[in-house]
């Protein structure tokens, strides 16, 4: 058991290695860089296309072009980006990295990539958006990966988690064995700066692996336990998978006073938070991959 433990973690361990956990260290890093970019092009930061700078994520115009974007960029991480629309206007961004050993069992990382109307949605959730992209980036560089992940931006959280809830309805039509479902939804302030976040309803094990990969990196933030149920989690548990949120300190008073409002722009996120939450999950997911019955 003690050598199992120990071969789990290595992995995770050394991702995080080099990475820091003080906000400092993160600064200037590839990693921050990469969310940045991400994060200026989804909030009018940055054009998003060619002529093209976004007020906000919740027009269905502005929506097709957060779609073309975000399918890119999983392109460029040698993904196929795939669509599923699941009504007029609603349509789920994904793409799967595959399992190396012929493994059956899935992992689900996802995060909405709608905003409100009168927002640009910085925090909310364009951070989401740039750790699921950045954890597809980590797995595609794992050599072995025991399980499949797909990755997921979903559409219309804003308007009652209807991107997730037709993902997590198609997951159960298709009949996978779905194991664990993380999903990430603000993850940008800090006011604090003590790097504390919180897990909404972890499934059995969540905590344990993430309080397990944040010792292996000695991060320092203290990591909450919360009931919310306000956000893309809540429409997968509600089919029986095991699922649980990620966030900032949303119930513990430390959370953006820019939740959908006009200043929810780029400028007010902290990057160096992102990055060093992003490392977490990256190593979590790396342990959900790489070992059979971990979760």
């Known amino acids: 058991m003690a050598g199992r433990q120990w071969f789990l973690f290595t992995g995770a361990f050394l991702l995080l290695q080099g990475s820091g956990t003080a906000h400092a260290q993160e600064s200037n890093s590839p990693l921050v860089?990469?969310?940045?970019?991400?994060?200026?092009?989804?909030?009018?930061?940055?054009?998003i296309a060619p002529g093209v700078t976004l007020q906000n994520r919740g027009t269905p115009e502005n929506r097709v072009a957060v779609r073309s974007y975000l399918s890119s960029v999983l392109g460029s991480l040698g993904l196929e980006p795939?669509?599923?629309p699941y009504r007029e206007n609603g349509?789920?961004?994904?793409?799967?990295?595959p399992s190396t050993t012929g493994g059956d069992e899935y992992g689900v990382i996802g995060a909405h990539f709608d905003s409100v109307e009168r927002s640009?949605?910085?925090?909310?959730?364009?951070?989401?958006?740039?750790?699921?992209?950045?954890?597809?980036?980590?797995?595609?560089?794992?050599?072995?990966?025991?399980?499949?992940?797909?990755?997921?931006?979903?559409?219309?959280e804003e308007r009652g988690l209807l991107g997730s809830r037709a993902f997590a309805e198609w997951l159960v039509d298709e009949g996978k064995e779905v194991v664990a479902?993380?999903?990430?939804?603000?993850?940008?302030?800090?006011?604090?700066?003590d790097g504390a976040f919180e897990l909404?309803?972890?499934?059995?094990?969540?905590?344990?692996?993430y309080r397990q990969v944040a010792e292996a990196s000695g991060f320092a933030g203290t990591i909450h336990v919360t009931q919310e149920s306000g956000s893309d989690h809540s429409a997968f548990r509600r089919l029986g998978m095991?699922?649980?949120?990620?966030t900032e300190e949303?119930?513990?008073?430390?959370?953006?006073?820019?939740?959908?409002?006009?200043?929810?722009?780029?400028?007010?996120?902290?990057?160096?938070?992102?990055?060093?939450?992003?490392?977490l999950v990256q190593a979590a997911v790396t342990v959900l991959v790489e070992v059979t019955g971990s979760g």
């Open 242 to 246: 095991p699922a649980v949120g990620l």
């Open 33 to 47: 860089t990469f969310q940045t970019e991400i994060v200026k092009r989804l909030t009018g930061g940055a054009e």
């Open 200 to 209: 909404e309803i972890p499934y059995d094990g969540a905590l344990d692996l």
């Open 181 to 193: 479902v993380h999903t990430i939804d603000q993850m940008g302030w800090d006011g604090d700066g």
């Open 82 to 84: 795939l669509r599923q």
């Open 250 to 279: 949303y119930r513990n008073g430390d959370t953006t006073p820019h939740i959908h409002r006009p200043t929810d722009s780029w400028e007010t996120v902290d990057f160096e938070f992102l990055g060093s939450l992003t490392r």
């Open 91 to 97: 349509e789920n961004v994904y793409a799967l990295r």
């Open 120 to 156: 640009p949605g910085a925090s909310d959730n364009a951070t989401g958006c740039a750790v699921v992209l950045a954890v597809a980036q980590e797995l595609g560089a794992l050599p072995v990966r025991e399980r499949n992940v797909f990755l997921v931006l979903f559409d219309e």
